[in-house]
C-alpha cells in the first residue's frame, strides 16, 4: 500500500502565498511523476503543475509564473510554491503520484486526500 498525505493549505488573502507538501510513503519501489490537481466547487478537477523524476515541469496556464513546483526524489516528497494567489485559485488540492511498488511491474496512480486552498479577503 501508498500513503500520499498533503499539507500546507490554508486561507490566505488574494496577493499572499501558500505552500503545499506531499509526502508519499508505504511500499514504494519508484516513483515517476508526481503532480498537483485542483477541483473547485461545481468544477472538474484539472491539472495545476507536475514534475518527472528528472525535474520536467508542466503548469496549467493559468498558473503559469505563480506556481512553482519541486520535488525531492530521496524523500518521496513534492511541494507547490504558491505566490500572487487570486480568489479564483480557491480549491481542494490534491498531490497525485504514478507509482511502482516492491511486488508490482506495473505503476499505478494514488491520491492524496486533499487539503483546501481558500484565497479571499
Known amino acids: 500500500q501508498v500513503q500520499l498525505v498533503e499539507s500546507g493549505g490554508g486561507l490566505v488573502q488574494p496577493g499572499g502565498s501558500l505552500r503545499l507538501s506531499c509526502a508519499a510513503s508505504g511500499n514504494i519501489f519508484n516513483i515517476k511523476a508526481m503532480g498537483w490537481y485542483r477541483q473547485a466547487p461545481g468544477k472538474q478537477r484539472e491539472l495545476v503543475a507536475a514534475?518527472?523524476?528528472?525535474?520536467?515541469?508542466n503548469y496549467a496556464y493559468s498558473v503559469k509564473g505563480r506556481f512553482t513546483i519541486s520535488r525531492d526524489n530521496a524523500k518521496n516528497k513534492v511541494y507547490l510554491q504558491m505566490n500572487s494567489l487570486k480568489p479564483e485559485d480557491t480549491a481542494v488540492y490534491y498531490c497525485?503520484?504514478?507509482?511502482?511498488?516492491?511486488?508490482?511491474?506495473?505503476?499505478?496512480?494514488?491520491w492524496g486526500q486533499g487539503t483546501q486552498v481558500t484565497v479571499s479577503s
Open positions: 514534475i518527472t523524476t528528472g525535474g520536467i515541469t
Open positions: 497525485n503520484a504514478d507509482v511502482r511498488e516492491w511486488d508490482s511491474s506495473s505503476y499505478l496512480d494514488y
